[in-house]
C-alpha cells in the first residue's frame, strides 16, 4: 500500500531542505535500506534512507529544490496503484497509517476536556515509553537518522536503537530496557522536541496502541484534529536567471508640434509631465517607437554646442541570479546576529614584527616529515597567552561568568556554504606539529561536512587568519560563548624602524574583538603583549 515520505527534519534548527541528488527515480524497485535522495541541511548533505519497500511512484521534490520540512518528498507503493487520492490529500485513499505524515500532523483524537495527559496515561506492565534524550545541554529538538531496530524486533539493553541527530552531529542512542520494539514515533528523518514519544518497548504482542495515540509531553493540551488541507504538489522550481523584461502597458496618444501622434505610454507621459519634458523631443525605443519610462529617465536636453553628441540608448536588459539561502547559511546569519546584538564588541588592534616567525619556521620544517604553518604557531601562541590570562578564555553568563582552566582554541574554516569552527583541544599541551596535523584534518573534515558535534564544541577561544587570502586587516563577530576572537592579518614585508634605522621588514596585523561585560580593555592589552612576547620569539613556545 501507498506511503507518502514527507521532507525530513535533520537538524534541531532546520526549517527547508534541498534535494541535493535523487538516488531513485521514478518506476525504480526501492528495498528497505536504500537511499533514496540526498538531503541538505543548514550544516551537511545527508543520505535520507528509505524505511518502506515498493516502487518509487511520485517524486514531489525535483533536484535542487528546496521546500519546508514536512512537505511532500516522495510516495511509495505498488507498481500501477493509484495515488490520486494522496496527490490531492485524501485521507480515504491510504489503505493504512502513513507514519511519516503522523508525527507532521497530530493524530486524530476528540479535543474534549477530559483528554488524559501523559502523567494520567495508563501504561501496561513490562512496557517502557522511550522519550527523545536531550544529547546536548543546547539540545531542544531530535531528528531520527537512522533506526537501528525496526518494529518487531527484540532489543537487548546496551543495543543501539538508532541514530539521533542534531544540527551539527549523528549520535548512537543506545538502550537501556530489553524486549521487544512495539512501536516507532517518528519515522527516519524526522524531528520532535526533547521528551516526546520516540517509541515504545515491551513484552511481544502488547497491544500499546492506546499508548501511543494519547501519549504528550508533561500533561500539555489534548491534541487537536489534523487540519485537512489539500495537498498541493507543486511544480519543479529550479534556480535560474531571471530577466526583467519591459511589461506590456497601454499606449497612450498624443500630438506633436507637427500635428502627428506620439505613442506614450502612461508612465512615460506622467513623468515627463511631472519634468517638463516635451515629449515631442524624445524618440520612443519602445515597440513601434513608442515612449517608455527609461526614455524619460535618459533623456537629456539638448545643449547647443558645435559638437554633437550622439544620445546613449541602452541595448542591455536588466537581470540578476537568485540563490536561496542554504540552510547553513541561515544558521550563521541567525548566530552572529544574536552574538553581535547581545555582546558589547570592542577591538583592539596589534602589529607584530615577524621576522624571527618566518626564521623559526623555515627552520623548524627543515626537519624531516615536519611542516607547520604560521596559523599553527599562532594557535600554540594564544593557548599559551591564554593559560596566563584566563579572563580572556572565560565566557559570561547572566548570573555568572566562567573563568576556564582548560585551553580549547576554535579555528574557524571556510566552507562553500559558509563557516564552520572546529576545535583544538588542550592546545596549550600539544606540540607545533600535533597542532599542524589536528588543524589539517579538520579542515578536511570541515570541506567534506564530516565533522562530529564534538569536534565542533566546547572553544573557550576562536581563531579567524585570513591572511592566506592577502587581507592585512579585518575584523570579527565573537563565536559565543566565547568572550573573544583573534583576526590575523596577512604578512607584509614594508620599510620598519629598528634601533633608529630604516631597514626592510615583515610585519603582521592582528585584531580581537572582545565583550566588554568579560574582557576589559586593560586585561585584552596585557593578553596580547604576552601574546606578542610569544610570536615575536617563537623559540619560546619549545621551552
Not at 527534519?9 to 525504480?28: H, I, N, Q, Y
Not at 519515522?187 to 518497548?201: C, F, N, P, R, T
Not at 599541551?429 to 565533522?451: C, F, H, M, P
Amino acid at each position: 500500500m501507498a506511503e507518502v515520505i514527507n521532507m525530513p527534519r535533520l537538524s534541531d534548527t532546520m526549517e527547508e531542505g534541498t534535494v541535493a541528488t535523487w538516488l531513485k527515480k521514478v518506476g525504480d524497485k526501492v528495498e528497505e535500506g536504500d537511499i533514496l535522495a540526498e538531503i541538505e541541511t543548514d550544516k551537511a548533505t545527508m543520505e535520507f534512507e528509505s524505511f518502506n519497500e515498493g516502487i518509487l511512484l511520485h517524486i514531489g521534490i525535483q533536484e535542487g529544490e528546496t521546500a519546508k520540512v514536512d512537505s511532500l518528498l516522495a510516495i511509495i507503493g505498488e507498481e500501477g496503484e493509484d495515488i490520486t487520492g494522496l496527490l490531492n490529500g485524501s485521507s480515504s485513499d491510504s489503505p493504512k497509517e502513513v507514519t511519516n505524515e503522523d508525527t507532521s500532523i497530530e493524530l486524530e483524537t476528540p479535543a474534549t476536556d477530559n483528554a488524559e495527559s501523559s502523567a494520567d496515561l495508563e501504561i501496561p506492565e513490562g512496557v517502557t515509553v522511550v522519550t527523545m534524550p536531550r544529547l546536548s545541554d543546547t539540545m531542544e529538538e531530535g531528528t531520527v537518522a537512522s533506526w537501528l531496530k525496526h518494529v518487531g524486533d527484540q532489543v537487548e539493553e546496551g543495543d543501539i536503537l538508532a541514530e539521533i541527530e542534531t544540527d551539527k552531529a549523528t549520535m548512537e542512542f543506545e538502550s537501556f530496557q530489553s524486549g521487544t520494539l512495539l512501536h516507532v514515533g517518528l519515522q527516519e528523518g524526522e524531528s520532535a522536541k526533547v521528551d516526546a514519544l520516540l517509541a515504545i518497548i515491551g513484552p511481544a504482542g502488547t497491544d500499546v496502541s492506546g499508548v501511543a495515540m494519547n501519549f504528550k509531553v508533561g500533561g500539555s493540551e489534548p491534541k487537536a484534529e489534523p487540519k485537512k488541507e489539500e495537498k498541493k504538489v507543486e511544480a519543479p522550481k529550479p534556480v535560474e536567471t531571471k530577466t526583467e523584461a519591459p511589461k506590456p502597458t497601454p499606449v497612450v496618444s498624443s500630438s506633436n508640434s507637427d500635428g502627428g501622434r506620439l505613442f506614450v505610454s502612461p508612465l512615460a507621459k506622467k513623468m515627463a509631465e511631472e519634468k517638463g519634458i516635451n515629449l515631442s523631443h524624445i524618440s520612443g525605443s519602445g515597440e513601434n517607437g513608442r515612449i517608455i519610462k527609461r526614455d524619460i529617465e535618459n533623456f537629456t536636453p539638448a545643449v547647443h554646442s558645435s559638437a554633437t553628441v550622439a544620445k546613449f540608448v541602452p541595448s542591455g536588459q536588466e537581470d540578476f541570479d537568485e540563490v536561496p539561502n542554504s540552510n547553513m547559511r541561515k544558521a550563521i546569519a541567525k548566530n552572529l546576529a544574536k552574538s553581535k546584538f547581545t555582546a558589547p564588541h570592542y577591538y583592539l588592534n596589534v602589529e607584530f614584527d615577524m621576522d624571527n616567525a618566518i626564521a623559526f619556521r623555515a627552520q623548524y620544517n627543515s626537519l624531516p616529515d615536519t611542516k607547520i604553518s604560521y596559523n599553527d604557531m599562532i594557535v600554540k601562541a594564544c593557548a599559551l597567552a591564554l593559560k596566563q590570562h584566563p579572563q580572556v578564555n572565560s565566557q559570561w553568563f547572566d548570573d555568572r561568568m566562567k573563568l576556564n582552566n582548560h585551553v580549547h582554541i576554535g579555528v574557524a574554516v571556510a566552507v562553500p556554504d559558509g563557516l564552520v569552527v572546529p576545535v583544538v583541544k588542550f592546545a596549550n599541551e600539544q606540540s607545533l606539529t600535533q597542532i599542524g596535523a589536528a588543524v589539517k584534518d579538520y579542515a578536511g573534515k570541515a570541506r567534506n561536512k564530516k565533522l562530529t558535534l564534538d569536534e565542533m564544541e566546547g572553544s573557550t577561544f576562536t581563531i579567524s587568519n585570513l591572511g592566506m587570502f592577502g587581507i592585512e586587516s579585518f575584523t570579527s563577530i565573537i563565536n559565543q560563548p566565547n568572550s573573544a576572537i583573534l583576526s590575523v592579518g596577512a604578512i607584509i614585508s614594508k620599510p620598519v624602524v629598528k634601533n633608529g634605522l630604516v631597514v626592510p621588514g615583515n610585519t603582521m596585523k592582528l585584531t580581537m574583538a572582545c565583550d566588554h561585560r568579560t574582557v576589559d580593555g586593560a586585561t585584552g592589552a596585557q593578553f596580547l603583549q604576552t601574546l606578542k612576547g610569544y610570536i615575536e620569539n617563537p623559540v619560546t613556545m619549545l621551552v
